[in-house]
C-alpha cells in the first residue's frame, strides 16, 4: 500500500485530512512524514484572512472561493478557531459553514483550534498550510480571529495578509485598531450592501494616509475594497487585489523576502513549540521545571540561574 505522503501528492484529499490530524495529534511523529511533504511545498499563494469577530470573514472566504472555483483554482481554506483555555472548546464555535464547497472535491476545508497556544495559529497550522500545497492547492486561504497577537501571527504565515472590515459593528474607528492598519496588505470593507461602508472605506483611507512609509517609493499602498458577500459587489475588485499584490512581491526580489519572514515564523514556532513542550505541556522535564518554580518561588534561586540549569540539562 502506497504510503500517507504518497497518496497526498497523489491529490488523495482523505490523505491530506488524515495528514493533518496526525501533525495535530502526534506531532513529533509526523515531523518525519512533513520531511517527506517540505520538498513538494512552495507553489501555493497563501492568503491570511483577519478581523474582528461577526465581520463576516469566513461569508466572505465562501464567496472568494464560488469565484476562484470559477477558474478553477483548486482552494485550500483553513480557518483557526481560538480555543479556550479553560475549556478547551471552541471559544466562538466559528466552524465554517462553507455548504456552497462541501462537495467540491477541489475544495479543501479544515477547522483547527489554537488548543490554548496564545497567538492566532495553532501549533498545526504551518503544517496543515504545508500539506494544503503539497496537496497541490493554488491558493490557501487562512482565517484567524483578530486579536492582537493573532494579527502578526498571520501576517508572518501568509504571503498577503487581508483585514477584512464591516459597518455596524459599534464605534467604527475603535474596531480599527492600530495594529491592523499595520499589517494589512488589502482591506476588505465587507457588508458593503448595508449602511456605513463607505464611511469605514473611508476612515482607512484616512488612517493609511497618515503613514508616511506607504508614500515612499515602491512600497505597496494597501488598496481597501468595499464588497459584499452577500450579493457578491466588489468580489471581482478584491481578486483583482489580491493578483496585484501577488504580482507586486514577485517584483524585485519582495518574494524572498516573504519566503524569509515565512520561513523565520515556521522555525521559530517550531522552537517555542520544542521548548514548551518539553518543560511545561506535560513533557518529560516537566518536574524539573516545576522544582526550579518552587526554588524561585521561595527566593531559594533565581530564573536566570534556573534558565541556564533547565537548558543546559
Ligand atoms: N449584510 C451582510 N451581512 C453579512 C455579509 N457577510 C456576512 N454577513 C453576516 O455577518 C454575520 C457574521 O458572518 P461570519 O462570516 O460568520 O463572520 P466571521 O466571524 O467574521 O467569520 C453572519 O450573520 C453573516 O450572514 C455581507 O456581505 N452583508
Ligand atoms: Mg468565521
Redesign the pocket.
Known amino acids: 500500500m502506497k504510503g500517507l505522503v504518497q497518496r497526498l501528492l497523489d491529490g488523495d484529499r482523505r490523505a491530506a485530512a488524515r495528514l493533518i490530524t496526525r501533525v495535530e495529534n502526534d506531532r513529533s511523529r509526523a515531523f518525519e512524514l512533513m520531511k517527506e511533504v517540505y520538498p513538494h511545498t512552495g507553489e501555493a499563494h497563501i492568503f491570511g484572512i483577519t478581523?474582528?469577530?461577526?465581520?463576516?470573514?469566513?461569508?466572505?472566504?465562501?464567496?472568494l472561493t464560488t469565484k476562484l472555483r470559477e477558474k478553477d483554482q483548486r482552494v485550500g481554506i483553513i480557518?483557526v478557531d481560538p480555543t479556550s483555555p479553560f475549556t478547551g472548546g471552541a471559544l466562538?464555535g466559528?466552524r465554517l459553514?462553507m455548504n456552497t464547497h462541501s462537495d467540491d472535491r477541489k475544495v479543501f476545508i479544515r477547522s483547527m483550534g489554537t488548543r490554548g497556544r496564545l497567538g492566532g495559529l495553532s501549533w498545526a497550522t504551518p503544517e496543515a498550510i504545508q500539506i494544503l500545497d503539497a496537496f497541490g492547492c493554488d491558493t490557501i486561504i487562512v482565517?484567524t480571529?483578530g486579536a492582537g497577537q493573532a494579527e502578526v501571527d498571520i501576517m508572518r504565515a501568509a504571503h498577503t495578509s487581508i483585514v477584512?472590515e464591516?459597518p455596524g459593528l459599534g464605534d467604527d474607528i475603535q474596531a480599527i485598531k492600530a495594529g491592523v492598519m499595520e499589517i494589512g496588505e488589502i482591506f476588505a470593507v465587507?457588508?458593503?450592501?448595508?449602511e456605513g461602508a463607505d464611511s469605514v472605506v473611508f476612515q482607512i483611507e484616512a488612517m493609511l494616509d497618515l503613514n508616511p512609509a506607504l508614500k515612499e517609493d515602491g512600497a505597496w499602498r494597501p488598496p481597501v475594497v468595499r464588497?459584499?458577500?452577500?450579493?457578491g459587489s466588489g468580489m471581482d475588485d478584491l481578486i483583482s487585489s489580491m493578483n496585484d499584490h501577488r504580482a507586486y512581491l514577485q517584483q524585485e526580489g519582495r518574494i524572498m523576502e516573504k519566503e524569509m519572514s515565512m520561513a523565520r515564523q515556521d522555525l521559530m514556532m517550531l522552537m517555542q513549540e520544542a521548548v514548551s513542550c518539553r518543560f511545561y505541556e506535560g513533557g518529560e522535564e516537566e518536574d524539573a521545571f516545576e522544582a526550579a518554580v518552587e526554588r524561585i518561588a521561595i527566593r531559594g534561586s533565581d530564573p536566570y540561574t534556573e534558565l541556564e540549569g533547565l537548558l543546559s540539562g
Open positions: 478581523g474582528p469577530p461577526g465581520v463576516g470573514k469566513s461569508t466572505l472566504i465562501e464567496s480557518a466562538l466559528d459553514r482565517e480571529v477584512v464591516a465587507n457588508k458593503g450592501d448595508k464588497v459584499s458577500s452577500f450579493d
